[in-house]
């Protein structure tokens, strides 16, 4: 099983400033990568697919990069709404893992 | 506008069943594949099981493997999740999502609202 690992666990920030959020793979999961977006009560939304790819109706704030173990998933500049939780998905070998999440909470 | 709406959690012993569903509209449902997914209260997301919708091959976590059984029936654009010999860490918020492509090895699309299944005596 391939696991994700997300650094940092919570990043503190201010609306306005850029996050920069880690997702790291125990093997190579070439861009099969996935960011998802999670509010409190809410369920997961999709943002990013095969590592850089924006969903529909997602801004334009949110890029995703990377390839092979390494991905980063970037906010340029914090919105209010921005504030939640970030999880990364290997859809690269079943199962498809995900990782423990990264809070991005206001500073 | 894809909507999922899932039903069919609620509260049941260690050792018994639930069958959860999900109704699907907005997309052409037997085009897709189709998952489930759950949340342990205050954790993080697990893939529990997919349904191609291809050619309807299903899998599964190591974790569910035997115990649930997945299904669709495409006349009624619907996904369940049998849910059989329950244990207490089956306990979690169980999310149905849509698949990017048939192919079950795709990314979440769009995800319904979740039902609540909690396991205890």
């Known amino acids: 099983e391939i696991v994700l690992t997300q650094s940092p666990a919570t990043q503190s920030l201010s609306p306005g400033e850029r996050a920069t959020l880690s997702c790291r793979a125990s093997?190579?999961?070439?861009?099969?990568l996935v960011w998802y977006q999670q509010k409190p009560g809410q369920a997961p939304r999709l943002l990013i697919y095969?590592?850089?790819n924006r969903a529909t109706g997602i801004p334009a704030r949110f890029s995703g990069s990377g390839s092979g173990t390494d991905f980063t998933l970037t906010i340029s500049s914090l919105e209010p709404e921005d504030f939640a939780v970030y999880y990364c998905?290997?859809?690269?070998?079943?199962?498809?893992?995900f990782g423990r999440g990264t809070k991005v909470e206001i500073k | 506008e894809v909507q999922l709406l899932e039903s069919g959690g609620g509260l049941e012993q260690p050792g018994g069943s639930l069958r959860l569903s999900c109704a699907a509209s907005?997309?052409?449902?037997?085009?897709?594949?189709m998952s489930w997914v759950r949340q342990a209260p205050g954790r993080g997301l697990e893939w529990v099981s997919t349904?191609?919708?291809?050619?309807?091959?299903?899998y599964y976590a190591d974790s569910v493997k035997g115990r649930f059984t997945i299904s669709r029936d495409n006349s009624k654009n619907t996904l369940h999740l049998q849910m059989n010999s329950l244990r207490a860490e089956d306990t979690a918020v169980y999310y149905c999502?849509?698949?990017?492509?048939?192919?079950?090895?795709?990314?979440?699309?769009?995800w319904g609202q979740g039902t609540l299944v909690t396991v205890s005596s």
């Open positions: 999502a849509k698949g990017g492509s048939r192919w079950y090895m795709t990314f979440l699309h769009y």
């Open positions: 907005g997309f052409s449902f037997s085009n897709y594949a």
């Open positions: 349904i191609s919708g291809s050619d309807g091959t299903t």
């Open positions: 093997q190579s999961v070439n861009s099969d």
């Open positions: 095969d590592a850089f």
């Open positions: 998905q290997q859809r690269h070998d079943w199962p498809g893992t």
